[in-house]
Structures are given as structure tokens and as C-alpha cells.
């Protein structure tokens, strides 16, 4: 870059560029919001048939369209943004050392040199000339240089030649900057259809990588959000923050930001549906690929030609069976999203997404704000959940996606006027055997600081929306409740109690208690149900299967809670649509306890 392009250029005029892809990127997350939850959900109160589900179907595409554009409009805005945070340094670093040299009564030539007039001591009758110098950036020229100014007998010399160094550098750092971003916004262009691909979400995910780490000076200067901070601390971080520093961080860190407890349930949830639509794209791209090359699936073994299953096509069919897993975990996500008013059912909230975070994937996903609602229900699943078979029915009940959506159908019925919310929360790795894994304490006694410090999020985000911490139940089901169960304990010793204002379990194999106040939990606020059932689950002759301490289980009438009836057909069954065990759960979750119908 030269000179005059440097000193006239106005940085300005990229920072206007960026506000009009950022609002080009808001504009786009709108018309997605408007067509996920507002006329997708008129279409389907209103129509049926054939033609209005391809309506529809046609409505979920063009709101992928706007969600890809909401990302790279987002990443271009930060792109622009940081390419003119870059030139800014540089220019004002040219302008201040121009403001001097003009100050010292040196001139600044079209191509940057400098212009001193003569000066200094006569010698043999003559005042030393003027002279005109270039600058170095060099550090060997520029020791030569400092030597030079040193003897110089004209004291304009010394000041012309610092003056020409810090143009000269000035205008290095211009070039730099423009030669770093002048590519990578070249790169930031989509092909040109119409369909957004699985390659389309990949080189998206691309792009943020390579502003991101051409973005340093512009991400630094924006706070960086607290370093092993609690989810008040991260709360008090996004809070103090500028729209934009909010959109830079989700365009350049939305896995972070998804991940932050105590951040709005909004902000996660934009930022996850962005690793979402990411991800897939990558493991699309990767099981296509796979495909492509399968490997024999037999192979001779022995003298006698007898075949076996080859080990390249046993790992190539593991690989393959695990990317189809996950891909289905995130097909199960985006129909909860697409079915955003079927059945009156409210806005979906993506707040936690990793496909294969503690082995078995983490899915934390929302049915309605819980930032704003009257009563939160945060249902933390048992042995056997993984990311692939969450939104899975087993035989005839319902998936664990499902059983928020219908807890969240029934606690409606009992408030009226009410909002709420209901949270499937995996986001640690469950057992996935029930004898050889669900009788060991460890993934409880792992995944009960996640589950502590999400409540804890959750309290918070509510505060900082509402003022208030609303009405908070956190209920597990057969190994979830001794997740709940850890979490309680780890509080009670930290003497600060489970912040939730009800502790529901359903199936459960034991808490790691005798009592509910061992936990810290009020007896009058836990509740239990269970069945003859599933004696043989949890029960060896009328005690826990070996979950370590006592051998309590919480349907047991010396524990200490709320026992209601149960008329659940099955272990996952508590959660059928009608049922006396959905009721009850309602009951609870909306405060409504005069409508529980005790055992």
C-alpha cells in the first residue's frame, strides 16, 4: 500500500460495509425466525394435505437459505470489522508521524519520504543543507541510520529520518493487513445456486476459522469472556458487551458461546444451531466419502480358504455406523425444530451441542425460553441415552426428546396464561449397560459439576431476563436421579443446596441417600415414582443394586419425599400421553401441588 491510498483512506467506509452485512445477517436471522415459528405455524394450524406439506417443506428450505446467509453475512461483518481495525492502527500510526514531522517543519513527499530544510552550526561558513531521506523498517538500516543521525552536522536530519522510519513502518503494516485480508475476503463468496449444502456449511465453517485467525487485534480488543468464570461471571461478561462485540463472538466462537452457562438462551441457542448446521455439513461430507470406498467385507483365513469378516471392513463399518448414529441424533434435532407449532408446541432452544463430547454426544435442547418462562422442568435422561438415539421412541414410549415435549403439552394444561419451559438435558456420558455400568457411581459423580453448574446457569439467565429465578423442577429418570443425586450431595457439602425448587425422580435405582435431607433437599420438594415393574431393575430383595452408600431408593417411605402413583406400563413409560404419571409430573413442575395424586 502507498502513501496517499494510506493517508486518504478512510477506514470508516469499512466499518459502514460491515454494518450493512450485519444487518443484512440480522435480516436473515428474522426472516428464518419468521418462517420457523410464525408462518410455518399459521400453515400448519390452518392447512392440510399433500400441498401444504410441500409447502412447508419448500418453507424449511428457503429457511436454511437464511440461516446460511445469517452466518456468512455474520462472519463477513467481523472480517470487515477487523480488516479495518488493522488499517485504523496503521493509519493513525502514519498520521501521528506526519503530525510530528510537519510540527517539526519537515515535508512529507507524495511517495512518503521525508523533506528536512538545512540547519544547524555554519561549517566553513555555511549552514548545514536540507535534504530528503527515505524510511526503513529494516532493524540492521535502521542502526545504520540512528549511527547517521548521530554525526549529522543538520539536526532536521535525525527527526526527518525517525519520522521517514515510522511512515515506512506505518505503511509495511497497511500492506500487511491487505495482503492478509485482501484472500480471505476473496474466499467469503458462496456458489451460485440456490441450495445450501452439506460443502456449502463446511466451507462456512472454513471461513469462520480463517477470519478468526486473522482477527486477532479486532477479538483482543473486545473482552475476552472470564477464564474459568461462573455462570454470574459470564452473565456480567455478556451483559457489558456491545451488540457487536456479541455478534463478533458468535460469528468467531459459537461452540464457546453455546457453551457458556449463564448466557441468554437465545444467544446459545443461535450460536449452536450454527455448530449444528456445521457439523452436519462435515459428517455428511465424511459418510459420503466413506462410502465411497468400502472395502471388501470378506477375507480368506486359514489353509483351508475358509472367509472371516476382513478388519478394514469392520472398521470401515464402525465408522460408517457411527457417523449414520450421530447424523440421526441431528436429524431428531432439527424435526423438534421443524415441528415448532405442531401440537401448540412453542420455539425450540438448542442450548448445548457436541456430537461426540463425552462419547456419547451432548444435546441440551429446550422446548420454549427458559430465560423467561413461569416454570422450568429440566429432565435429565438414564442408561443407555446417547446423542444417535435420543429422539428415538423405544417400542411404545416415547423418545427422550418426546417426553419434554409432552411434560411441556401437560404442565401447559395446568397453568393457563403460564409459560413454560421444559429442557432435555444430556450433557454427560450416561451408562450404556445397565448391569455392568449403571450399578458404578462414576458417570453420576463425573457429570454432576455440568448438571450443578447448568442449574446454576439457568437461575441466572432467568434473573438477569426476569428479575426473578422462577420455578425451577430438575428431575431424573432410573439413572439420572443418581446424577440429580450427586449433584444434591456435592452441594449440600459446599453447603449451598441444588438450585432447583423441586427434585422429581422417576424409576430411580437410588440417590446415594437414606434420606432426602441427606441430599440438602426438603423433603416437602422431592418427589418420586416408580412400579412393581421395575423391582427387578432397581431391587435385589428389596434393595438397590449396588450404587455404593445407602441402598435407599427414593419410592421407599423412609427417604423422606413425595411419593405419587404411577401408572406407567414400562420403565420409559412415565411419560405417556394421558397417563397419571404425566399428570403428576405436571402438577409439580407447575407448583400445582393439590393436584398430585399421592401413593
Known amino acids: 500500500m502507498d502513501y496517499s491510498t494510506l493517508k486518504n483512506l478512510k477506514t470508516s467506509d469499512f466499518e459502514k460495509a460491515a454494518d450493512g452485512y450485519r444487518a443484512v445477517s440480522d435480516m436473515a436471522s428474522a426472516a428464518k425466525d419468521a418462517l420457523e415459528q410464525r408462518i410455518s405455524v399459521k400453515m400448519r394450524t390452518s392447512l392440510s394435505g399433500s400441498a401444504a ?99 549529522h552536522p543538520n539536526p532536521y536530519f535525525a527527526r526527518a529520518l525517525a519520522c521517514a522510519d515510522r511512515i515506512t513502518a506505518a505503511l509495511e503494516e497497511a ?100 455448530v449444528l448446521a456445521e457439523t452436519r455439513g462435515q459428517y455428511e461430507m465424511r459418510l459420503a466419502a466413506l462410502n465411497k470406498s468400502e472395502p471388501p467385507e470378506f477375507e480368506e483365513a486359514g489353509a483351508r ?94 423418545s427422550d426428546l418426546k417426553r419434554s415435549e409432552y411434560l411441556w403439552g401437560e404442565s401447559g394444561k395446568l397453568a393457563p396464561g403460564e409459560k413454560v419451559s421444559t429442557i432435555t438435558w444430556l450433557d454427560y456420558d450416561a451408562p450404556d449397560n445397565i448391569y455392568r455400568d449403571a450399578t458404578q457411581d462414576k458417570f453420576a459423580e463425573k457429570g454432576a459439576p455440568r448438571l450443578h453448574e447448568f442449574l446454576e446457569g439457568n437461575r441466572t439467565a432467568h434473573q438477569y431476563a426476569t428479575g426473578s429465578h422462577g420455578h425451577t423442577t430438575v428431575m431424573g429418570h432410573s439413572y439420572g436421579s443418581t446424577l440429580i443425586g450427586d449433584t444434591a450431595k456435592t452441594a449440600s457439602w459446599n453447603e449451598t443446596p441444588i438450585p432447583a425448587d423441586e427434585v422429581m425422580v422417576a424409576g430411580s435405582p437410588g440417590m446415594q441417600a437414606a434420606h432426602a435431607a441427606d441430599l440438602g433437599i426438603d423433603p416437602k420438594h ?41 401408572d406407567a406400563g414400562g420403565h420409559g413409560a412415565f411419560w405417556d400421553k394421558g397417563s397419571v404419571s404425566l399428570k403428576n409430573q405436571a402438577a409439580v413442575v407447575t407448583g400445582k401441588y393439590h393436584m398430585v395424586d399421592y401413593d
Open 53 to 151: 406439506d410441500a409447502a412447508l417443506k419448500q418453507l424449511r428450505e428457503l429457511a436454511k437459505d437464511f440461516h446460511y446467509t445469517q452466518v456468512e453475512c455474520g462472519v463477513l461483518s467481523t472480517a470487515l470489522n477487523a480488516l479495518a481495525s488493522d488499517l485504523r492502527a496503521a493509519k493513525s500510526k502514519l498520521d501521528a508521524a506526519v503530525a510530528d514531522a510537519e510540527g517539526d517543519k519537515l515535508t512529507v513527499e507524495k511517495n512518503g519520504s521525508v523533506t528536512y530544510p538545512e540547519g544547524g552550526d555554519k561549517y566553513q561558513g555555511k549552514t548545514p543543507p536540507g535534504g530528503t531521506v527515505n524510511g526503513v523498517t529494516d532493524q540492521t538500516a535502521k542502526a545504520l541510520h540512528r549511527q547517521a543521525a548521530h554525526i
Open 175 to 274: 500492506t500487511e493487513a491487505d495482503e492478509k485480508w485482501a484472500p480471505k475476503l476473496r474466499k467469503l463468496k458462496a456458489d451460485d445456486d440456490l441450495t445450501v449444502s452439506a460443502a456449502d456449511w463446511v466451507d462456512a465453517k472454513k471461513d469462520t476459522g480463517g477470519v478468526r485467525e486473522g482477527a486477532e487485534r479486532y477479538l483482543d480488543a473486545i473482552k475476552a469472556p472470564p477464564k474459568h468464570g461462573d455462570p454470574e461471571d459470564n452473565a456480567e461478561w455478556w451483559k457489558h458487551l456491545s451488540a457487536d462485540e456479541r455478534d463478533a463472538y458468535i460469528s468467531m466462537h459459537p461452540a464457546s458461546i453455546g457453551a457458556l452457562n449463564g448466557l441468554p438462551a437465545d444467544a446459545r441457542d443461535e450460536a449452536n444451531r450454527t
Open 526 to 566: 422431592m418427589w418420586a415414582m416408580g412400579g412393581d415393574w421395575d423391582d427387578w431393575l432397581v431391587r435385589v430383595g428389596g434393595k438397590n443394586v449396588g450404587l455404593g452408600g445407602d441402598r435407599t431408593v427414593p419410592t421407599d417411605t423412609e427417604f423422606g419425599g413425595n411419593i405419587m402413583k404411577s
Open 305 to 398: 480358504g475358509d472367509m472371516k469378516y476382513s478388519q478394514k471392513w469392520l472398521d470401515w463399518h464402525h465408522k460408517k455406523e457411527h457417523l449414520e448414529g450421530k447424523l440421526k441424533g441431528m436429524q431428531a434435532i432439527q424435526d423438534r425444530f421443524d415441528r415448532t407449532g405442531h401440537d401448540g408446541l412453542p420455539e425450540a432452544y438448542l442450548l448445548g451441542f457436541a456430537p461426540d463430547g463425552e462419547g456419547n454426544g451432548r444435546v441440551i435442547l429446550a422446548n420454549g425460553n427458559p430465560d423467561t418462562s413461569h416454570h422450568t422442568a429440566i429432565y435429565v435422561p438414564g442408561t443407555k441415552t446417547d446423542i444417535s438415539t435420543i429422539g428415538e421412541d423405544d417400542g411404545d414410549t416415547p
